[in-house]
């Protein structure tokens, strides 16, 4: 890598027409000097494209038709030239040295392939809700452990993801055709570098805001069910694409984990049948986690016993940080 590697900033966007200026002034205000910024329209049909052209040559425009979040990196990262990629929705904003850092790290780490830091999560008008996303990140690098990636330990946002081109190469294209992933490119990306044993860095550090708004799919009350249930789907599947790429079988806590929640909000009785299923199925996954990682299994058995008996009081903590609220709904009498 040279003493100044050219990072290629990747913005995502679909019917964020609103928001996304904000978001292409603070990739173009970093004090990094040498980026280029490509901005991957999904098909949107407000009125973004228009706010993307008044950008001029400073920015790289790419259209394309819908097909979700993993798609339009998928092209933004096939047209992008360089050493270093950094990803960004459209509707977050990145503090001005947050480049500066990361190209820091790259270069004192040469064996990192990704880095990752902590957003401070905002309302519609960027005002700090006084939480960031993750809560805690280690300072230091990470080492390309399924069981960390499986149980959700590693965890950062797309805005809060940067790694180098060699690292991408190896991970992309993601398979979006599916549906299930659609979104949640930082999981995927952060699963595959882990399979393809490259090693991470994360900085407990805040270098972005990340915006919380009504035109989230997930940031109404009634989605809460349907996010819970996304994510149990999401690490249900790194599971299977580990079990696959490795040989031998992986499961993660967190599918029964967050199932347990969600059955719960969506009115199945608290001492269901299909809850004492998820309940049994956790337990073994808790068994299969002791020997690798024991501490961790305990941690995750602790989760899983609160998700089957208290999941209102769980869902709840999560997600009074980031400033959404929710009703449960009555269990079920059948």
């Given at each position: 890598m040279?003493?100044?590697p ?5 913005i995502d966007n679909?019917n964020?027409g ?6 292409i002034?603070?990739?173009l205000?970093?004090t990094?000097?040498n ?8 098909g949107?049909t407000?009125n973004?494209r228009e ?6 040559d400073?920015v ?5 038709e819908?097909g979700?979040?993993?798609s339009?990196?998928?092209v ?16 977050d904003v990145?503090?001005?040295e ?11 780490y ?8 902590k957003?401070?999560i ?8 006084g939480?960031?996303f ?9 080492p ?10 590693v ?7 940067l ?8 991970a ?12 949640c490119?930082?999981v995927?990306l952060?699963s595959m570098?882990?399979i393809?044993g490259?090693w ?22 009634g989605?809460?069910a ?6 149990a ?12 790429r ?6 993660s806590?967190?599918?029964?984990k967050?199932?347990?929640v969600?059955?719960?909000?969506t ?5 269901s ?7 049994a ?10 020997r690798p ?24 903590r999560v997600?009074?940080r ?8 009555p269990?079920a009498?059948?």
């Open positions: 040279t003493d100044m050219l990072v290629s900033i990747i679909y964020y609103h928001l996304i200026a904000e978001t002034d603070s990739a205000a970093q990094y000097p980026i280029e910024v490509i901005v991957v329209d999904d949107s407000d973004s706010v993307i052209a008044r950008y001029g400073r790289i425009p790419v259209f394309k819908n979700g979040q993993c339009a990196f998928n933004g990262f096939a047209a992008s030239h360089g050493d270093i990629i950094a990803l960004l929705d459209s509707d990145w503090d001005p947050k480049i500066a850092l990361m190209v820091d790290i790259f270069q004192r040469p064996e990192v392939g990704w880095v990752g830091h957003l401070t905002t309302d519609a008008k960027l005002n700090s809700l939480y960031t993750p809560d805690l990140l280690p300072n230091g690098p990470v390309p452990d399924p069981h960390l990636h499986l149980e959700r330990m965890r950062v946002t797309v805005s809060g993801l790694f180098r081109r060699s690292a991408g190469e190896r992309f294209p993601i398979p979006y055709e599916s549906g299930t992933w659609r979104t490119a930082d995927y952060m570098f882990a393809e490259i991470g860095y994360t900085l407990d550090e805040s270098l972005g805001l990340y915006r919380q708004h009504p035109g989230q799919e997930f940031a109404q009350p989605a809460i349907r996010r819970v249930e996304r994510d789907v999401i690490s249900e599947a790194l599971a299977e694409i580990w079990t696959r490795k040989g031998r079988r992986f499961s806590t967190t599918v029964y967050h199932r347990l969600a059955s719960a909000l009115g199945h009785a608290i001492l049948g299909e809850r004492w299923r998820l309940l199925g956790g337990i073994r996954s808790v068994v299969d986690l002791v990682h024991p501490r961790l299994a305990v941690r995750q058995g602790l989760g899983i016993a609160i998700a089957f008996a208290f999941p209102h009081w769980w869902t709840r997600f009074r980031f400033g959404t609220q929710f009703t449960p709904q269990a009498t059948s």
